[in-house]
């Protein structure tokens, strides 16, 4: 059998525990599962290992309207880089506490900008962005579609993309790569400086690593910090919170509305396989944001996502998906079906298949959109 590793691929994959990790819920006796949950939930975290960081102080920077939506630009302080900045949008005119919804940015080889991707404020759009949208989103920006619906969408620029994006300033001559220009955004310098984060993804993940952290667990910090903040807006009951998003959207959702219990409904498109897929057939295809060592051995990729059982989520994959194997990706499904039947909550999970590529289409957001208006 050929794998991206050559003969070195059969024995990787053997490595891999036979059957479940000894932290699955897999079957798990119902008396048992609460407990057994808290345990795998509290060992994920440590293997995490998220730094730690201060609770988050929102300014509003300005307020407007655009297309019957009321929308703030806001802004949080982080302990390196620039501030977080994120847009909250609601319909305009609406009173009371609403559901809230952190919508998740894609990765899409596309750290130039973040919130843009799936949100729109303005009449202009840049051609990258649209361009980005009309292959990933059937034209949409989804928070807004969403955000019409009657809900309060808050989309944040997650760690190293768009204002939380690294800076040429920063890093050493030895690294810049050619790049002369980490601002301009012409299609010409969005595209250049795209390309050299994605060469400068392995220099992040490498040092993250020797610090004793991991990149999943920077985006579960700057993820939990931004769902503190939409919590706790007078506009938000924050007892209706719902999470999700397409690709790296759908990874962060996976460690995100797995391991914070506040995430009341959870939707993950495009982002489901196990780590059996990564070993032999797809590694090659992925961000180095998806890793935390070790945890291979104790769960599942997609029993992340279960620690959540029995609290609703909705999983939707594409059947043509490049960047996963069909045959991990119904394993991965089925691996959350019998994890939320040892919760005694089948009924709270659903996975759909589509036609077509890695996307978040007009059919598929219709789909998580009835999804968070049946639990939020």
């Not at 490595?15 to 990790?21: A, D, Q, V």
């Not at 009321?70 to 994120?86: K, M």
């Not at 952190?102 to 649209?130: C, M, S, W, Y």
């Not at 959540?308 to 999983?315: G, T």
């Amino acid at each position: 059998m050929q794998t991206m590793i050559g003969a070195f691929g059969e024995w990787a994959a053997s490595l891999l525990p036979e059957g479940p990790g000894r932290w699955s819920l897999q079957g798990c006796p119902p008396d048992e599962f609460v407990a057994r949950r808290e345990r795998a939930r509290t060992g994920t975290l440590d293997l995490m290992a998220p730094p730690r960081l201060a609770p988050p102080r929102a300014t509003v920077l300005r307020q407007w309207e655009f297309d019957g939506l009321a929308i703030e630009e806001i802004s949080w302080p982080q302990p390196a880089g620039a501030d977080t900045l994120a847009w909250v949008l609601k319909p305009a005119g609406a009173t009371g506490r609403l559901p809230g919804v952190l919508a998740l940015h894609d990765h899409g080889r596309f750290k130039f900008f973040g919130k843009e991707k799936i949100a729109q404020t303005g009449e202009a759009v840049h051609p990258l962005v649209g361009q980005h949208r009309a292959d990933a989103y059937e034209g949409l920006a989804w928070a807004n579609e969403l955000t019409r619906r009657g809900h309060v969408v808050m989309v944040h620029d997650a760690f190293a993309f768009g204002s939380r994006r690294v800076r040429l300033a920063d890093v050493p001559p030895e690294i810049h790569w050619g790049l002369q220009d980490d601002a301009d955004e012409s299609p010409a310098g969005v595209a250049a400086y795209n390309d050299w984060t994605a060469e400068h993804e392995n220099v992040m993940a490498k040092t993250l690593f020797s610090a004793g952290t991991t990149w999943p667990g920077v985006f579960f910090a700057e993820d939990r910090a931004a769902l503190d903040v939409l919590a706790a807006r007078a506009d938000v009951d924050p007892a209706r919170l719902g999470v999700g998003g397409l690709s790296g959207g759908g990874l962060r959702t996976v460690f995100l509305a797995g391991l914070d219990e506040r995430v009341a409904c959870a939707v993950c498109v495009g982002m489901m396989t196990t780590w059996r897929d990564f070993v032999l057939h797809r590694s090659f295809t992925h961000t180095w944001m998806c890793y935390v060592p070790q945890l291979p051995q104790r769960l599942d990729y997609p029993e992340i996502f279960g620690l959540r059982a029995p609290r609703p989520a909705l999983v939707l994959n594409t059947r043509a998906d490049p960047l996963f194997t069909v045959p991990e990706m119904e394993a991965a499904v089925g691996q959350l079906e019998r994890v939320y039947a040892a919760a005694g909550a089948s009924d709270r999970f659903h996975a759909s298949w589509y036609p077509g590529h890695h996307q978040f289409n007009h059919a598929m957001q219709a789909e998580a959109f009835a999804w968070f208006e049946r639990w939020l």
